[in-house]
């Protein structure tokens, strides 16, 4: 009879163990998808020096998942450097949000270095975004990314990148 009850507190143990392992191995594959997805956006803003340069890449927004609009433009090279840096934003960040669940970004440049830019990629934890308070959100994610963000609405997770052209 011991033997049961240990048994089971073992068993109920390893079945803990393995739904834990399961929740960090999604972590790691969003944390893949928002390096991926940085890495495209550092690609795209090379493609387009000039509109890097003006700050059209910028997305100083606060956290929101509304879908994005695509702007019209006939062909990629047909668009001035404004109207290609508004139709990169918008694939990257409508490709964000079909990639990560509840994805956006923030994206700022860096005022002390010209080729730098800094990129906050914000997506939700369906697990643990009840646990998160703002508090603990904010400090990977900059205030302004979470500004009027509900106490009892889901927090988003952040994950900090620098691209440097």
Known sequence: MVAILILSFGLLGLG?????????????????????????????????????SKGLYVRANAYSTTAVELPTCATPSACTSAELAALDMAQWVGELQKRLPGGDAHVKLDPANALATDIWILWIDPKASKELSVADASTDCPAAALAGIADDAPKPRCMYYRISL
Not at 32 to 49: C, F, V, W, Y
């Open 16 to 52: 803990g163990l393995a739904a834990a392992a399961q929740r960090y191995v999604k972590m790691a594959q969003f944390q893949s998808i928002g390096t991926l997805m940085a890495t495209d956006l550092g690609e795209r803003m090379r493609g387009n020096i000039n509109g890097f």
